[in-house]
C-alpha cells in the first residue's frame, strides 16, 4: 500500500519560500509510469492542481504558476518537493501530494490513486 506523507512550516511568512517534502512508502517514486502531484485547496475554494514529477523525473507546472513553482524530487530518499517562492496571503492553503497514473491538471479528487493527509500552509506576517 502506497503512502505519502506530506511535512514543512505551517506558517510562512509573505515574499518567503514555502517548502514541502512529500515522503512516500510502500512504494517508490521512479517506478513507471507514475506522476507525483502537488496540489492545494485553499479556504473555501475547490482542489488546485500546482504541479507534478514524473518517476523519470521530468516536471509539468500550472501555467498560473509556474513562474514561482519548483518540484525536484531525492530517490535516494524517497521523496519529492515543492517550493514555491514569493507567496503572499493568497497562498495560504492545505497542500497534498497526491500519486496519479496520468497527467492529469483538473485537481479532481477522482484522479489521483492515493493522497497524503494534507499540510495545513499559512502565509501570514
Known amino acids: 500500500q502506497v503512502q505519502l506523507q506530506e511535512s514543512g512550516p505551517g506558517l510562512v511568512k509573505p515574499s518567503q519560500t514555502l517548502s514541502l517534502v512529500c515522503t512516500v512508502s510502500g512504494g517508490s517514486i521512479t517506478t513507471n509510469y507514475y506522476y507525483w502531484n502537488w496540489i492545494r485547496q485553499p479556504p473555501g475554494k475547490g482542489l488546485e492542481w500546482m504541479g507534478a514529477?514524473?518517476?523519470?523525473?521530468?516536471?509539468y507546472y500550472r501555467p498560473s504558476l509556474k513562474s514561482r513553482t519548483s518540484i525536484s524530487r531525492d530517490t535516494s530518499k524517497n521523496h519529492f518537493t515543492l517550493q514555491l517562492s514569493s507567496v503572499t496571503p493568497e497562498d495560504t492553503a492545505v497542500y497534498y501530494c497526491a500519486r496519479s497514473s496520468a497527467l492529469s491538471t483538473a485537481g479532481t479528487k477522482a484522479s489521483y490513486n492515493y493522497w497524503g493527509q494534507g499540510t495545513q500552509v499559512t502565509v501570514s506576517s
Open positions: 514529477i514524473t518517476s523519470s523525473g521530468s516536471t
